[in-house]
T-cell receptor, first 111, second 114 residues
């Protein structure tokens, strides 16, 4: 079992729809959780961080964390073609600053 | 967010030569930096953890004598690919965590070994 698992996709949604990206992790003592976006040929860029259970909203993005279920998700509202990218889930455990990444979910938003 | 730079952004070299890639944290200090490699359409692969003032920690399967890492200061880490071969052609990305443990990535270096 991988430490951080994501659906590889590809996930395809129409423009304006809600895209839902999911991530599960195996280490119960994980402290910090991050979502990154990676466009083809570019390096990852941080979208959201979340540290406590519940929802965290930033513009069209909402991160959801459920530590009991070891589950973190990212919702993208009003999806745009420019949101088409690979989304990486990252989890930090007790090793300060070291993130474990999922393999990523590729999202395509169709006009 | 924090800014991490990498240089060069792209390099083409002949087989057998060595290539040095620099990673700098521009607006924060980083005692630790991370080096990743990514092949086309594949996931990020952590190669090593660069530690300021001490030896780097390499992931299993990564040759430490081939991928030399030096963390010279709190804002600079370098990765040297020694005696590069075509199979070393890849996208090399560094990252640095802030005090809040958030990783910020450099823009990456695309290496092509002929």
């Amino acid at each position: 079992q991988k430490e951080v698992e994501q659906n590889s996709g590809p996930l395809s949604v129409p423009e304006g729809a809600i895209a839902s990206l999911n991530c599960t992790y195996s280490d119960r003592v994980s402290q910090s959780f991050f979502w990154y976006r990676q466009y083809s040929g570019k390096s990852p860029e941080l979208i959201m961080s979340i540290y406590s259970n519940g929802d965290k909203e930033d513009g069209r993005f909402t991160a959801q964390l459920n530590k009991a279920s070891q589950y973190v998700s990212l919702l993208i509202r009003d999806s745009q073609p420019s949101d088409s990218a690979t989304y990486l889930c990252a989890v930090n455990g007790t090793n300060a600053g070291k993130s474990t990444f999922g393999d990523g979910t590729t999202l395509t938003v169709k006009p | 967010g924090a800014v991490v730079s990498q240089h060069p952004s792209r390099v083409i070299c002949k087989s057998g030569t060595s290539v040095k890639i620099e990673c700098r944290s521009l607006d924060f200090q980083a005692t630790t930096m991370f080096w990743y490699r990514q092949f086309p359409k594949q996931s990020l692969m952590l190669m090593a953890t660069s530690n300021e003032g001490s030896k780097a920690t390499y992931e299993q399967g990564v040759e430490k004598d081939k991928f030399l890492i030096n963390h010279a200061s709190l804002t600079l880490s370098t990765l040297t690919v020694t005696s590069a071969h075509p199979e070393d052609s890849s996208f090399y990305i560094c990252s640095a965590p802030t005090r809040q443990e958030t990783q910020y990535f450099g823009p990456g270096t695309r290496l092509l070994v002929l």
